[in-house]
């Protein structure tokens, strides 16, 4: 496009009390950009002043020199067709200006925080210059049937909700019959108050609602063989359940694997695929996949001291709601009617406090339901219920509450011991460490433990994806098995874009739960579906016109950026080339950040935009008072972390100059080897916390940067610099009262290095 650009700079919210407004407007000047002042942007007199621009001088590119580029977006977008650039001098400027102190008097202060504002002005005009106007990528045609995969009771509903919003369904069942687990319930947990009384199951009726929706398709006996393409642009095979393909591939393919595919050691575990679709030209279109696979119990047979599988009368918690469901329950090795019944939530023994694995607040109130059963089939029956962690969140409290209240069922805090079996077949339980802090023997007639809840995915694919990273989700040692691709921001998402996870296949949930979680995705499968219609980005750059582009004359299939991407969203052509499919891709930018030829950009972010704001500051070269850093922000924590510290007004340094970047993974190496070469005297990345109880927003953006840093470190090394004028720090979003520690410890770190030597050349 060819540009008319228009700056406009805000004297509001203390910017013209204390910056050099009439420097700020040479800087523009410089840059070939006339400046406009306006006490208040954001008002409608000074939104109207821009658009007066617009519509009279023919600007297309407009720079905002006023608030964070956080706020105010939509009032600062004036239509697809116009670039808007935000220069932050409120939050990350006079907001942030340092206090004085015994090193800098208030003049000084004053010099340093004006240095400041000008360089973000140069960058933004920079960055202004450098940027083009993104276009959407368009389909051919966009498939807008969801697949459900799963029919019990999160399947049904992702079904039922998906079809009310006016999209065809197909719903994919691997059994005989829908319904799921929920077939086998005697009774349900209570749904409405006082949240006492156990219901009749809702299944049954779900199940006919489903069944006679004309825009649902059923498939039961059925699974999925092959998801292959794009969201928007699916194509999926079925097969009959039980059956396996010869070229079905592993769960998941391994780093090191990977790396032997690279090198041609080891064949790709999807080369039969292109074989199969070729035999299956009838693949059915789908536009986004809804994930209800659900869960299996998980393997009591360890614990050994608990009798599983050795004694007839020892039975898991599905086991016995399976029996319970059939009539009145009656022990499975005589049939005698049950008058006490032990629930054992912790296996005990050696292991003392832990849990069942798997266990959660789901198989806590199924025992107490379960307990309830024992009443109802005999009023004097007792049920014990031993457990070290009774988990009862919300109003399942007041179920808890009910089961403390009748006399029938006791709860108490107990280390199960051994559970052995009499002559009559009835059990006896030794215990110790109870609330009461004595040891005793609770005898019987049948023992249920606790088995958890283990999700689908643990145990095998059953997405099957033809995707090059394999047909399964990667990294599943993060979620234990369960599949989030964000499990703190985007909670039905997963790394694959367009498929979301809803139920016992993501997380732990009871029916309440279940039937929220499975309306949640699918409407994120039909927000993917419709963001894909109109070309842009789903979360968490959402409504992202831009995506990236690849210049492969010089590709050196060097396999990074496949290897890489957080999501899948390249695969590889018949000649190895890398193959995006940008409706997979969620615009981080990791790709461009791996490629060490640079041939990967967005029109509106690239190497070469940000490079040239980092070359556009100034570096004094002849005052070891005024070092330069630049910091590389992710734009979803740290940036937003920043902005926060200035609007509490904690001061900041003001020799860092802040560049936001979409992800710490999308920082190319060349930025760092550029500001240093320019002069700068150190570079620190701030980004998402990655690992035990954190995640980067994009994943494994963060993780991926600190392990690039690792080897730019050897690199300055070996030219003469210390490897400690660059770093990678974490912080998360509530860090806002640690930033200005975290930065200062890295610039005084530097201080004491001294300038860059290459200053000046």
Same mark, same amino acid.
């Given at each position: 496009m060819d540009k008319k650009y228009g700056a406009y700079i805000c004297t509001g919210c203390e910017i013209g009390e204390n910056l050099d407004i009439e420097a700020l407007s040479s800087v523009a000047g410089e840059q070939g950009m006339t400046a406009k002042l306006h006490a208040a942007l954001c008002s409608e007199a000074g939104r109207e002043m821009i658009r007066t621009d617009i519509a009279n001088d023919g600007v297309n590119t407009v720079v905002i020199c006023a608030c964070s580029p956080r706020v105010w977006k939509k009032e600062f977008s004036f239509g697809d067709d116009k670039i808007t650039v935000r220069a932050n001098l409120r939050e990350q400027v006079v907001w942030s200006m340092e206090k004085p102190s015994e090193s800098r008097n208030?003049?000084?202060?004053?010099?340093?925080? @004006?240095?400041?504002?000008? &360089?973000?002005?140069?960058?933004?005009? *920079?960055?202004?210059? *450098?940027?083009?106007?993104?276009?959407?990528?368009?389909?051919?045609?966009?498939?807008?049937?969801?697949l459900v995969m799963g029919g019990g009771i999160a399947g049904l509903t992702a079904a039922k909700e998906a079809a009310g919003s006016g999209y065809d369904v197909t719903l994919v069942e691997r059994e005989d019959k829908?319904?799921?687990?929920?077939? =086998? +319930?005697?009774?349900? %947990?209570?749904? *409405?108050?006082?949240?006492?009384?156990?219901?009749?199951?809702?299944?049954?009726?779900?199940?006919?609602? #489903?069944?006679? /929706?004309?825009?649902?398709?059923?498939?039961?006996?059925?699974?999925?063989?092959?998801?292959?393409?794009?969201?928007?642009?699916?194509?999926?095979? %079925?097969?009959?359940?039980?059956?396996? @393909?010869? +070229?079905?591939?592993?769960?998941? #393919?391994?780093?090191?694997?990977? &790396?032997?595919? @690279?090198?041609?050691?080891?064949? /790709?575990? =999807?080369?039969?695929l292109k074989a199969y679709m070729e035999e299956n030209p009838d693949a059915e279109d789908f536009g986004g #996949?809804?994930?209800?696979?659900?869960?299996?119990?998980?393997?009591?047979?360890?614990?050994?001291?608990?009798g599983y599988g050795k004694f007839r009368n020892v039975l898991t918690n599905i086991e016995f709601e399976s029996l319970a469901a059939h009539g009145q329950i009656t022990r499975p090795s005589d049939g005698k009617p049950v008058e006490s019944v032990a629930f054992v939530q912790s296996p005990g023994g050696a292991e003392n406090d832990k849990d069942f694995p798997y266990a959660n607040f789901v198989t806590s109130a199924v025992a107490l339901k379960q307990a309830m059963?024992?009443?109802?089939? =005999?009023?004097?029956?007792?049920?014990y219920i031993l457990y070290q962690h009774m988990r009862t969140p919300g109003n399942l409290e007041l179920f808890y509450k009910a089961a403390q209240d009748d006399d029938g069922i006791f709860l108490t805090k107990a280390n199960v011991m051994q559970v052995n079996e009499e002559g009559d077949g009835s059990l006896t339980v030794a215990i110790t460490n109870t609330l009461l802090n004595e040891d005793m023997t609770i005898q019987v007639d049948m023992v249920v433990l606790a088995a958890g809840m283990i999700p689908t995915t643990k145990k095998e694919p059953s997405i099957n994806l033809a995707y090059r990273q394999g047909p399964a989700f990667m990294d599943l040692e993060l979620f234990d098995g369960y599949v989030d691709s964000n499990f703190i921001c985007f909670p039905y998402e997963t790394r694959r874009t367009g498929v979301y996870a809803c139920g016992g296949v993501r997380k732990a949930t009871d029916m309440e739960e279940t039937i929220d979680d499975a309306t949640g995705a699918a409407l994120k499968a039909i927000q993917a579906i419709e963001s894909t219609d109109h070309g842009i980005a789903v979360h968490p750059r959402s409504g992202d016109q831009s995506f990236p582009e690849f210049f492969f004359q010089r590709c050196t299939q060097c396999k990074r950026c496949t290897e890489e991407c957080p999501f899948g969203a390249l695969d590889d052509d018949d000649k190895g080339t890398p193959k995006p499919n940008i409706s997979r891709c969620r615009r981080c930018g990791v790709c461009m950040g791996a490629c060490p030829e640079r041939i990967i950009g967005f029109k509106n972010y690239n190497v070469d935009i940000i490079g040239s704001m980092i070359k556009s500051v100034e570096v004094p070269d002849d005052d070891e008072d005024k070092l330069r850093f630049i910091a590389l922000v992710c734009e979803n924590d740290a940036y937003p972390t920043l902005d926060m510290a200035g609007m509490r007004k904690y001061g900041l340094n003001n020799l860092v100059r802040v560049i936001p970047v979409r992800?710490?993974?999308?920082? @190319?190496?060349? +930025?760092?080897?550029?500001?240093?070469?320019?002069?700068? &005297?150190?570079?620190?990345?701030?980004?998402?916390? %990655?690992?035990?109880?954190?995640?980067?927003? %994009?994943? *494994?953006?963060?993780?991926?940067?600190?392990?690039?840093?690792? =080897?730019?470190?050897?690199?300055?090394?070996?030219?003469?610099?210390?490897?400690?004028?660059v770093a990678a720090r974490e912080v998360s979003i509530d860090d806002y009262h640690k930033i200005p520690q975290i930065i200062n410890e890295f610039v005084e770190k530097i201080v004491e290095l001294g300038p860059n030597p290459f200053k000046g050349f």
């Open positions: 208030a003049e000084t202060i004053a010099e340093y925080t @004006n240095e400041l504002a000008q &360089d973000y002005v140069r960058m933004a005009c *920079k960055q202004a210059q *450098k940027t083009d106007l993104p276009s959407p990528y368009m389909l051919e045609k966009t498939t807008k049937t969801i829908l319904g799921g687990k929920a077939l =086998n +319930w005697r009774k349900q %947990f209570p749904t *409405k108050s006082p949240y006492a009384s156990l219901e009749q199951p809702g299944v049954h009726e779900m199940v006919k609602v #489903v069944e006679s /929706d004309p825009k649902i398709t059923v498939k039961t006996g059925t699974e999925v063989a092959r998801i292959s393409g794009a969201p928007g642009a699916l194509k999926v095979t %079925f097969k009959t359940a039980g059956t396996k @393909n010869e +070229w079905d591939a592993p769960a998941k #393919v391994s780093s090191d694997d990977q &790396d032997k595919m @690279n090198k041609g050691q080891m064949p /790709d575990p =999807n080369e039969g #996949v809804v994930l209800a696979t659900g869960w299996y119990p998980a393997d009591v047979s360890e614990y050994e001291h608990l059963y024992v009443r109802e089939d =005999n009023s004097d029956a007792k049920a992800c710490l993974g999308s920082v @190319n190496m060349v +930025w760092i080897r550029d500001a240093l070469s320019s002069g700068m &005297d150190g570079v620190v990345l701030l980004g998402c916390k %990655f690992g035990d109880g954190y995640q980067c927003h %994009f994943v *494994k953006g963060s993780e991926l940067a600190d392990k690039r840093m690792a =080897n730019i470190g050897e690199t300055l090394g070996s030219l003469g610099l210390e490897p400690e004028r």
